[in-house]
Every structure is written in structure tokens, then in C-alpha cells.
């Protein structure tokens, strides 16, 4: 599987989604899993949406990260497994990664004859750095804009009266 946030930055406030998908060497029945993040960094804007390809399940833990591929299962590379919108809250960095509550029976890839399958995670980071950084840099492209337009002015001839 691999984690893909669709920002490296995310400014507070700001919502951004991430795509995790996964490859599939054998059909896969359905999935749980879960995902794990710093909740004092970033948070959920909203109920997660299962790919396409499968049928959203009622995850026993509530998070809605489930769903099924009846009755031939989905095979192959780049499989949309949920799509997810996520809120910068405060600033620092968090990884997103995925995993499964061993558990949880609902959580894992299920193979023909129920049998989970093995997998691998490839998380990302996602960084709220601080609104200063944002500020300053702001301040400092506004202070060049003005020193171009003094510069500017002062290039411009001054008519001579006439007369
Ligand atoms: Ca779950």
C-alpha cells in the first residue's frame, strides 16, 4: 500500500486529501484497515470514501476504512482503497501510515478461502509548519514589490515646465 497526501504542507485550516492504494498479486475480497496519524496535528474533515471499485462495509470500529469486491475479488496495481480529507489543527509534522487491528477480524486483506494476505505500507509525512513562515514570506515579496515600484518612479523623467 502507499500513502498519498496530495500536500508535503498543509497550512492550519487547510484541507487536503489522501489517497492510499494498494497493489493486488491475488484477488482481494475485501479489506479493513486503519489509519494512523498525530491527531494534535492533523484531523478528519470528513467521513472517509471508499474507492469505487468496492462496496463501502460498516467497520466495527466506526472508522468506515472497509469495504468489498464480490464474489471474483480485485486483482492488479494502483487499487483506489480509500480516499480521505484530513485539516491542518496545529503546527508540526505527522506521519500517515496504515495498519490493521490483528484483532479486529473485519481488518486485513482477505484472499479466496478467507485467508488473509500479507502486506507492506509505504506511509508519507504531512507538515503544518508555522503561519509565520507563511507571513514573512508574504512581507518580503510585498517589501521587494515596493522597492520595484520606488525604483521605478524614480526612473520616470519629470517634464520640465514649460515655458
Ligand atoms: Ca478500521
Same mark, same amino acid.
Given at each position: 500500500?502507499?500513502?498519498?497526501?496530495?500536500?508535503?504542507?498543509?497550512?492550519?485550516?487547510?484541507?487536503?486529501?489522501?489517497?492510499?492504494?494498494?497493489?493486488?498479486?491475488?484477488?482481494?475480497?475485501?479489506?479493513?484497515?486503519?489509519?494512523?496519524?498525530?491527531?494534535?496535528?492533523?484531523?478528519?474533515?470528513?467521513?472517509?470514501?471508499?474507492?469505487?471499485?468496492?462496496?463501502?462495509?460498516?467497520?466495527?470500529?466506526?472508522?468506515?476504512?472497509?469495504?468489498?469486491?464480490?464474489?471474483?475479488?480485485?486483482?492488479?496495481?494502483?487499487?483506489?482503497?480509500?480516499?480521505?480529507? =484530513?485539516?491542518?489543527? $496545529? &503546527?508540526?509534522?505527522?506521519?500517515?501510515? +496504515?495498519?490493521?487491528?490483528?484483532? !479486529? #477480524?473485519?481488518?486485513? *486483506?482477505?484472499?479466496?478461502?478467507?485467508? =488473509?494476505?500479507?502486506? $507492506? &505500507?509505504?506511509?508519507?509525512?504531512?507538515? +503544518?509548519?508555522?503561519?509565520?513562515? !507563511? #507571513?514573512?514570506?508574504? *512581507?518580503?515579496?510585498?517589501?521587494?514589490?515596493?522597492?520595484?515600484?520606488?525604483?521605478?518612479?524614480?526612473?520616470?523623467?519629470?517634464?520640465?515646465?514649460?515655458?
Amino acid at each position: 500500500m502507499t500513502v498519498e497526501p496530495e500536500v508535503d504542507t498543509a497550512g492550519l485550516g487547510q484541507i487536503f486529501e489522501v489517497l492510499i492504494f494498494a497493489d493486488f498479486s491475488e484477488p482481494i475480497l475485501g479489506f479493513g484497515i486503519d489509519v494512523d496519524f498525530d491527531p494534535a496535528v492533523i484531523d478528519w474533515a470528513d467521513d472517509p470514501l471508499v474507492g469505487e471499485l468496492w462496496d463501502p462495509v460498516f467497520a466495527p470500529d466506526g472508522d468506515g476504512l472497509a469495504g468489498l469486491s464480490p464474489p471474483t475479488g480485485l486483482v492488479g496495481d494502483g487499487i483506489l482503497l480509500v480516499s480521505l480529507l =484530513f485539516e491542518g489543527v $496545529s &503546527v508540526g509534522s505527522t506521519s500517515i501510515d +496504515v495498519s490493521v487491528t490483528l484483532e !479486529d #477480524l473485519t481488518e486485513g *486483506f482477505v484472499l479466496e478461502g478467507g485467508v =488473509f494476505d500479507s502486506f $507492506s &505500507v509505504v506511509p508519507d509525512d504531512v507538515i +503544518v509548519p508555522e503561519p509565520g513562515a !507563511d #507571513l514573512m514570506a508574504a *512581507f518580503a515579496l510585498t517589501a521587494i514589490g515596493v522597492l520595484r515600484a520606488c525604483s521605478g518612479a524614480a526612473r520616470t523623467p519629470i517634464r520640465a515646465p514649460k515655458g
